[in-house]
């Protein structure tokens, strides 16, 4: 335990020296930061990073902005847009399967429309449904088991004031 939290402690500090160094304008780059830890690769696009890759030898995690993971896509609410930092994913070490991916989306639809658009895409799949109202609005969730490879969970949010809903997508594969 001690050596995974020294190695992401590690990843932790060269992450923090990679991110400040990703506001420099320019054209396709890669940068690659090693420590006995592991190493950090950061692919960066005019100036904008792109793909981050942590490796240890607990697993790699790696942090992409602008895409959506392919896992992730059937479940995606027609219309909705990604938000800021809205996709990541995190795999282990290859020879264990596993890993998650999550993504951030917003659409202007009220938050009960996309309630019956996921009870009518998912009830096929049996998920299992909450809702509850709270003092900022309406919040929601579907997850979605898979017998031996983890599943999908969906949270929905009201946005205050009529303005949309926001949606996390988080698929975890065992």
Known sequence: MANIMKSLFAATCISIVVLSFAGCKGKEKTRLYS???????????????????????EGTATFRTGEISEDIKPFVYPGASRKEGGAWSIQTNKEKAGGISSTYLSTKDD??????????????????????????????????????????TIVLNEIPQGKGTEIHITKVIR
Do not use: C, H
């Not at 950061?42 to 890759?53: A, I, R, T, Y």
């Not at 509850?132 to 579907?142: D, I, R």
């Open 111 to 152: 938050i009960d429309r996309v309630i019956a658009y996921y009870k009518e895409s998912l009830k096929d799949k049996k998920p299992e449904y909450a809702e509850m109202t709270t003092p900022n609005g309406k919040m929601a969730s579907f997850t979605v088991k898979e017998p031996d490879r983890g599943g999908v």
């Open 35 to 57: 420590t006995k830890e592991g190493k950090v690769e950061v692919k960066e696009s005019g100036g904008e990073m792109q793909e981050m890759k942590i490796t240890t030898k």
